[in-house]
C-alpha cells in the first residue's frame, strides 16, 4: 500500500524558477526522506527529516515538514536542466519493520 | 568504491522462464530490499532482509523468491508464477538503526517478457 502520495503528479517551470512538489502521508512517522531518480536509473537519495524537526536545508532543497496535517513539502531554489528528474517521497511507519514506503513521484521537467 | 552492483541492466524472458536477477553491495550494510518500479509509478517493495540467513516479504512478494546467504549479496528469483513481470528493478540496501534510514540504491535492472 502507498503511504506518500506526491502532488502534483508533474511539474514543468522555466530554468531559475523555484520547483515546489508536497507529499502526504497517512500514518504516523519515524522519518520522511526525499530521493531523486533520474530517467532509467536508481534513486539517490537527498534529504532526511525526522517527526520532530519542522525544517531542512541542503544546499538549494529546503525541506518541510507537518506532522500535524501529516505533510511534507521540497522546494528546489533556482532550478536548473540538471533538476529534470522524478522526485519521490518515502515515509518510515512507527512501529514499522524499517522499510521505506514510497509516493509515485512528481516528474519534474525544468526548461531551459 | 563503494555501492550496489546490480546485474543484468537488461534481461528479457519467455513467458514460463524464472529470471534471476543479482545485487551485490560492498557498503557492509546490514539490511537490503528489492523493490519493483512500473512506468510512471512509485516504488513497490518485494522482499526485504535485515539479517543474513533471513528475509521478510513485502507488500508484493507473490512470485519472487530471494536468498540471503551472505550479507554482500541479495539475488532476487522472479519465477513463472509472476503473472506480469515486465519491469524495472531496484535493489538497495541500508545501515540498520533504529528506524528506517539512507536506502542506497543500485542502477536497476529491466526486466522484459517476450
Known amino acids: 500500500s502507498q503511504q506518500g502520495e506526491e502532488d502534483p503528479q508533474a511539474l514543468s517551470i522555466q530554468e531559475g524558477e523555484n520547483a515546489t512538489m508536497n507529499c502526504s502521508y497517512k500514518t504516523s512517522i519515524n522519518n520522511l526522506q526525499w530521493y531523486r531518480q533520474n530517467s532509467g536509473r536508481g534513486l539517490v537519495h537527498l534529504i532526511l527529516?525526522?517527526?520532530?524537526?519542522r525544517e531542512k536545508h541542503s544546499g538549494r532543497l529546503r525541506v518541510t515538514l507537518d506532522t500535524s496535517k501529516k505533510s511534507s513539502s521540497l522546494l528546489i531554489t533556482a532550478s536548473r536542466a540538471a533538476d529534470t528528474a522524478s522526485y519521490f517521497c518515502a515515509t518510515d511507519k512507527i512501529q514499522g519493520a524499517q522499510k521505506l514506503v514510497f509516493g509515485q513521484g512528481t516528474r519534474l521537467t525544468i526548461n531551459p | 568504491d563503494g555501492g550496489i552492483t546490480q546485474s543484468p541492466k537488461y534481461l528479457f524472458r519467455k513467458e514460463g522462464q524464472n529470471v534471476t536477477l543479482s545485487c551485490e553491495q560492498n557498503?557492509?550494510?546490514?539490511?537490503m530490499y528489492w523493490y519493483r518500479q512500473d512506468p510512471g509509478q512509485g516504488l513497490r517493495l518485494i522482499y526485504y532482509s535485515q539479517i543474513v540467513n533471513d528475509f521478510q516479504k513485502g507488500d508484493i512478494a507473490e512470485g519472487y523468491s530471494v536468498s540471503r546467504e551472505k550479507k554482500e549479496s541479495f539475488p532476487l528469483t522472479v519465477t513463472s508464477a509472476q503473472k506480469n513481470p515486465t519491469a524495472f528493478y531496484l535493489c538497495?540496501?541500508?545501515?540498520?538503526?533504529?528506524?528506517?534510514?539512507?536506502?542506497?540504491f543500485g542502477e536497476g535492472s529491466r526486466l522484459t517478457v517476450l
Open positions: 527529516i525526522r517527526s520532530n524537526e
Open positions: 538497495a540496501s541500508s545501515v540498520l538503526a533504529g528506524e528506517a534510514g539512507e536506502l542506497f
Open positions: 557498503l557492509n550494510h546490514d539490511a
